[in-house]
Every structure is written in C-alpha cells, then in structure tokens.
C-alpha cells in the first residue's frame, strides 16, 4: 500500500525532527545554521512561533542569511500572513536580486492577497531568470487565468507542459482557458490529455461532459459525467444546478445520475 508507506515515512520523519529539536534545545545556539536547521525542524512539525524565533535569531547573526528569510516567508504564508511573506521575500531579493525562486514565492504570496497584475510581473521576473521554471509559468497561468487573459493563460500553460510533459493540472487549467475561449475541440483534447496522465481525475470527466452536453452529444455527454460522479460523489451537486446540462437534464439517465448516493 503506497499511501500506508507514505504515512510510515511521515511518521518517522516526524519522529526524526522531534529527536533533533530535543537535541538543539541543550546546545547553545551561536551558531547561523543552527538556528536555521532549527526553525525549519520546528517549522516541519508546526511549530511556528518556535521557528520564527530561530529564524529570526540566525538574521540577527546574519542580516544576509537568505536562507532564514525564505523560511520566515514559507511561515507566514502558512499563517496567512501575505503581506509578511513578501517582505521577507524582498528581503531576500535585496540580498541576491537572480533568485529565480525568490520572485515565484514573492508571486505566489501575491497571488493570495489577489493581486494577480503584480504576481504575474514577479512569475515573469522568475522566468526571465530561469527559462524553465515549471512553478513560475504554473503561477503565471493560473494569474492570467483569473485575469481573463485567456490567451496568455494557453500559452502559459503550454509553457508548464513544455518542461513537465506529466502535469495533469496544466492541461485540465489549459482546458478551462481554451473553453473561455469556446475553442471545445481543443479543450477537449486537453481534458483527455490531464485524464490520460491521471485516469481519477474527476473534474476533467465532469468538464468534458459538460461540453459534449452543450454540443448536444448527449450519450458522451454522461459516459464522462457518470465517470466523474463514480470518482466524487460530490459532482452530484455541481451537476444538479450546472446550466451546461440544461440540454441533457430532463433524459432518465441524468436523472438517475443526479440522485446516486
């Protein structure tokens, strides 16, 4: 069972971090990449406030250390706290201005306080550095995408599956772009490419469907609705209220569709 040993490896990875926090709490800390092994031990296991201390305690040693800045930023973004993560990101941006990875964390906590025009000017930044960034192109896209930009978003996309051939999230966001641009040939193709990678992957199913129901297509049409509902149940509802199935709704099988527990 693979998932059984994922969560073995989980759990004794815990158990490895909470041996070597016991361990750096009797050492005295003098020490820049003490500290900062340590924040990241305490930050691995939730301890936030515990590593935002050692964080900040290898600064005060080292006001360049950009390592404990990006953990002081990877801390706030878990505590929500955007406007903090972009500081510290600057901070390190300040320090070593071509850190392709810099300006992606700085986009990406951008992107949460959903200020998407200046996300996508970070995540082109981290391009610019770094040509194949998978994680800066993602973000990209994913800004362009909210933005309307559909366009972009493709070719963002495009980008993303350039260098992860693999990303069944690239093409189903890709599909998603190409349908705001009614190009439904070429979403489809897309959805089919994200459920080729992935074959549990539900909402492609459920995306497809809804096209072929707008086409009229009804038999195809819940062939893939159905095969969404049978991944996750909670379909259901988004079908029950989805207008895309206006063409289908009043067919038997639908009807039975919508009702599964």
């Known amino acids: 069972n693979k998932l059984g040993r994922y969560s073995d490896s989980i759990n004794e990875f815990d158990e490895s971090m909470k041996h070597n926090v016991d361990k750096v709490d009797k050492v005295d800390k003098v020490d820049k990449e003490l500290y900062n092994n340590y924040g990241y031990a305490h930050f691995r296991l939730g ?50 201005p071509g850190g392709a990875k810099f300006y992606n964390a700085r986009g990406h906590a951008l992107s949460c306080l959903e200020r998407y025009d200046e996300a996508v000017i ?22 362009k995408a909210i933005l309307k930009q559909y ?18 999230y690239a093409y189903y966001g890709k ?24 074959t549990r992957n539900a909402l492609s199913y459920y995306n497809l469907s809804r096209i072929y129901s707008q086409e009229d297509i009804s038999d195809t049409a819940l062939i893939n609705l159905k095969k ?14 989805d207008k ?18």
């Not at 082109?124 to 896209?141: F, H, L, P, R």
């Not at 969404?228 to 209220?241: L, P």
């Open 228 to 241: 969404s509902i049978n991944i996750d149940k909670a379909i259901i509802q988004k079908a029950k209220t």
């Open 122 to 143: 970070a995540f082109e930044k981290a391009i610019d550095i770094n040509s194949t960034y998978v994680e800066a192109y993602s973000g990209k896209a994913s800004a």
């Open 47 to 96: 301890n936030y406030d515990k590593a935002l201390e050692a964080y900040n305690n290898a600064i005060n040693i080292d006001d360049k250390y950009i390592d404990a800045y990006m953990g002081k930023g990877a801390i706030f973004e878990r505590q929500k706290e955007y406007q903090k993560a972009i500081i510290a990101y600057d901070n390190s941006i300040t320090i070593y």
């Open 175 to 198: 599909g998603e772009a190409l349908e705001k641009l009614k190009r439904g040939i070429d979403a489809k193709r897309a959805y089919g490419n994200a459920i080729k990678i992935n």
């Open 151 to 168: 366009e972009e978003a493709v070719a963002a996309y495009n980008m993303v599956i350039k260098f992860d051939p693999k990303n069944e």
């Open 244 to 261: 895309a199935f206006d063409t289908i709704r009043n067919k038997p099988e639908f009807k039975k569709l919508i009702r599964m527990k």
